[in-house]
């Protein structure tokens, strides 16, 4: 089991597999994407070895990011490679939510057992503004689709923005109350790229746990292998909502999830300095030299990621590893 000096156990893996985007978020890639590397992203190999290397250190779950990871058009194979692994319970996929109703099928076929989409606006306007296409109707009908296959868990992410979403509480509540969702909202990260728009419109989620407690809302058990959302329910909703808030207080005590690149570096942190590159390690069957890798790296995993100071390591948009 990997267990780093503080005594966290981590079961959860999130896995980039691409960090191109076809989106141009204002939070994330408002001038669209600009690749700055070869583009030597993992392939499918490598990702098998991956997923048995860290189910055979206790992970139980996959989230493979991107970038948009329906960019890749091997993603039902990776999907596929990572479900089929021993060990692996659960296999998730964060996308934007462009490709979904077309490539939705093929991916509930390679046995995808969870989905996150990101809507930041319920309104096709802002969604527009916000992410730079007009697609909310398609991302909508690809969330009805997964809806209505009924066996995949269905989660939508949405970034809080104080001039761009912060209004619209009323409207996602209305929404998840007849919409069996786990809508997460989450508090706007600083990156190296986007200081001055995270000053413009950081908002606390607190606001919104204070609101949702007044009007009935309950806590709900966490998960081994969930995120860090805080999770509430309420009798009378069809939907949940989750708080992803980093600035608050012992956020990290609860952290139970590495990271991958898509360049095959391990990420201790979404706020790391810099990735440790697993490379040469993935180019051999041979799955010991990398666990034992993995392993002597967890002493350097940091107590926090210091976020309040205002340190983001070498994460200049979230596309890079995908959040």
């Known amino acids: 089991?990997?267990?780093?000096?503080?005594?966290?156990?981590?079961?959860?893996?999130?896995?980039?597999?691409?960090?191109?985007?076809?989106?141009?978020?204002?939070?994330?890639?408002?001038?669209?994407?600009?690749?700055?590397?070869?583009?030597?992203?993992?392939?499918?190999?490598?990702?098998?070895r991956l997923a048995r290397c860290?189910?055979?250190?206790?992970?139980?779950?996959?989230?493979?990011?991107?970038?948009?990871?329906?960019?890749?058009?091997?993603?039902?194979?990776?999907?596929?490679?990572?479900?089929?692994?021993?060990?692996?319970?659960?296999?998730?996929l964060t996308t934007n939510g462009y490709k979904m109703p077309e490539h939705l099928p093929a991916w509930l076929d390679a046995g995808l057992d969870a989905i996150n989409v990101s809507i930041d606006s319920l309104d096709a306007n802002q969604f527009n503004l916000i992410t730079g296409h007009n697609k909310f109707a398609t991302v909508m009908k690809g969330v009805d689709m997964a809806l209505a296959h009924g066996k995949t868990k269905v989660k939508v992410n949405?970034?809080?923005?104080?001039?761009?979403?912060?209004?619209?509480?009323d409207q996602f509540l209305a929404w998840v109350k007849n919409t069996p969702v786990s809508l997460r909202f989450i508090e706007l990260m600083q990156t190296g790229d986007n200081q001055t728009f995270f000053d413009e419109q950081h908002v606390s989620g607190s606001s919104i746990k204070a609101?949702?407690?007044?009007?009935?809302?309950?806590p709900s058990l966490r998960e081994k292998t969930a995120g860090p959302a805080q999770e509430f329910y309420h009798p009378d909703y069809q939907g949940t909502i989750g708080l992803i808030m980093p600035y608050s207080k012992d956020f990290c005590n609860s952290c139970n999830r590495l990271r991958v690149s898509s360049l095959g570096k391990l990420h201790l942190c979404l706020f790391s300095e810099q990735g440790l590159s697993l490379k040469d390690y993935l180019q051999s069957d041979d799955i010991e030299p990398l666990r034992q890798y993995i392993q002597s790296t967890m002493g350097d995993k940091k107590a926090t990621?210091?976020?309040?100071?205002?340190?983001?390591?070498?994460?200049?948009h979230l596309s890079m590893l995908g959040g």
């Open 1 to 48: 089991m990997l267990t780093d000096t503080f005594g966290r156990r981590f079961y959860y893996l999130r896995l980039s597999i691409t960090d191109v985007c076809n989106f141009r978020c204002q939070y994330c890639l408002p001038d669209g994407y600009e690749c700055d590397h070869d583009r030597d992203f993992l392939e499918l190999p490598e990702i098998s």
């Open 54 to 92: 860290f189910a055979s250190l206790g992970t139980e779950k996959i989230r493979i990011t991107g970038g948009e990871p329906s960019l890749r058009k091997d993603l039902p194979e990776i999907i596929q490679a990572c479900k089929q692994t021993q060990g692996i319970k659960t296999v998730a």
């Open 158 to 169: 949405t970034v809080l923005m104080r001039k761009l979403n912060g209004y619209a509480l």
């Open 211 to 218: 609101t949702l407690l007044e009007q009935g809302w309950l």
């Open 305 to 316: 990621h210091f976020l309040q100071e205002r340190l983001t390591g070498a994460t200049k």
